[in-house]
């Protein structure tokens, strides 16, 4: 059987179910008590592959991929014509527009794109100050909004990490978005991951978690998240690290995030993993430009479909996939011009989203599903293992005064659009109560 091209693979692991991980540790469930989303708002994010500082990664990675795959169709792709950078002005115009309509997620930064250069050593063809600026670009103007993840170490070629350079063989078992990392134990993809980590500490770039190149991962799936814990609590100290490995395109499989590897939750020292999964394929121009995107399969022009539609619809976080080489689209900026109409759809429709950061969605699943509940009478005590802003409750509705949190009574707004933190509203025979919730012990009365 001819090997799969990188787009065929990516279209069957969206297709794929996902493999089933080690969910851990579960507290107890307390009746009459349930989690809502943030403020009783649908979460919605846009997670940005591809991306790195002022290298076009497509330029660089197309003929590494045609030289490790040769006979399948990298040598038709008009690389050559490519411009080489994706320019820091259109970091900065992506960015104001993003900022202007509220739209958070989760960023790319290769660290060692295409083998063309180190972000902390140097890149090749641009001058060192170049680099620094489009470095603190990311860093002042990206980060308040948007998660940095490595994409592994190159996005192509495989690098051994006692020497820092490329292994010598150049076929598909030695290219990270394919078949290196399958049956790869923790301690080989942890050390690996953290190599990538490393690269972006050096130049000071925050970050809780990764994304995976290609198939990278799906042959050691357990392996993958448990490397992912370990990395970026070693590196950064990530209290609850997060990774993009998984997209459901299509169908009624739930898209929420999973936590995984739950363990300590009694303790000083909690840990977990969460999977942070993609609802959509990219449609907005693919990584390789090859095609102009499909706009209205994410939300039709009457507002009515559409696969945003059918997540948000059912209250379940909508995450966008896209590529920033097909945002960029060689200048084109086809994929941004997809994303401005996509977005402008959504808040014509919607008005109860909430844009968050990936690791913003990963705090609040991980309190969602690892938050312990008690009643006590009147009380309701509560032992988190993580604090989380905006943590939303669903409560049966008592005779007694409004409610207090922490000792202080919450302010009663008129309907769940208005909650906030601090906040409480009545619907129905239940109460909703919105708080910024402290790891440890609280009490909501």
């Not at 603190?136 to 940095?148: G, H, M």
């Not at 020292?269 to 102009?292: E, L, M, Q």
């Not at 402008?344 to 969602?368: F, G, P, T, V």
Request: hydrophobic letters at 40%; one cysteine or more.
């Amino acid at each position: 059987m001819a090997p799969l091209t990188r787009r065929q693979l990516l279209r069957s692991l969206a297709a794929a179910p996902l493999a089933a991980q080690v969910p851990g540790e579960r507290p107890g469930r307390e009746p009459g008590v349930e989690v809502l989303n943030p403020r009783d708002r649908v979460p919605v994010s846009l997670i940005i592959d591809d991306s790195t500082c002022l290298v076009n990664l497509n330029k660089f990675s197309i003929p590494q991929f045609a030289l490790a795959r040769p006979g399948l169709n990298y040598d038709t792709l008009p690389w050559r014509s490519m411009p080489r950078e994706i320019p820091d002005d259109f970091v900065r115009r992506f960015v104001d527009w993003a900022g202007e309509n509220g739209v958070r997620g989760k960023y790319s930064i290769v660290p060692f794109p295409a083998c063309v250069g180190r972000l902390d050593r140097t890149l090749p063809g641009w001058p060192r100050k170049q680099v620094d600026e489009s470095i603190r670009l990311v860093r002042e103007r990206v980060t308040p909004a948007w998660d940095i993840h490595p994409e592994m170490i190159t996005h192509t070629w495989v690098i051994d990490l006692k020497t820092g350079h490329p292994y010598a063989e150049r076929n598909e078992r030695f290219v990270e978005n394919w078949r290196w990392s399958d049956n790869r134990s923790v301690d080989e993809l942890a050390a690996y991951l953290s190599y990538a980590l490393r690269i972006l500490h050096n130049v000071d770039l925050p970050c809780e978690g990764v994304t995976t190149p290609g198939g990278f991962g799906t042959g050691a799936l357990p392996q993958l998240s448990q490397a992912t814990l370990e990395a970026c609590r070693d590196v950064y100290q990530a209290e609850i690290p997060h990774y993009f490995r998984h997209l459901i395109r299509e169908g009624d499989q739930s898209v929420e995030p999973r936590v995984e590897y739950a363990s300590g939750l009694g303790g000083d020292d909690p840990k977990c993993c969460v999977s942070i999964i993609g609802c959509t394929a990219d449609w907005s121009g693919g990584w390789d430009c090859s095609n102009r995107g499909d706009l209205d399969r994410f939300i039709t022009p009457d507002l009515s479909s559409g696969r945003m539609v059918e997540v948000i619809d059912r209250g379940e976080p909508a995450v966008m996939v896209c590529h920033w080489t097909g945002i960029y689209f060689n200048g084109e900026e086809v994929g941004l011009k997809i994303y401005q109409e996509v977005v402008r759809r959504l808040h014509a429709k919607y008005d109860n989203l909430i844009w968050m950061k990936n690791s913003e969605l990963a705090r609040y699943w991980a309190a969602r599903e690892l938050t312990k509940f008690r009643r006590e009478g009147a009380e309701l005590r509560i032992e988190a293992p993580f604090a989380c802003p905006d943590f939303t409750l669903r409560l049966s509705r008592g005779k007694s005064a409004p409610p207090r949190f922490a000792g202080m009574p919450l302010r009663e707004v008129g309907s769940a659009r208005a909650l906030k933190a601090g906040t409480w509203a009545v619907q129905g025979e239940s109460i909703l109560a919105c708080v910024d919730m402290p790891k440890g012990a609280s009490i909501l009365s």
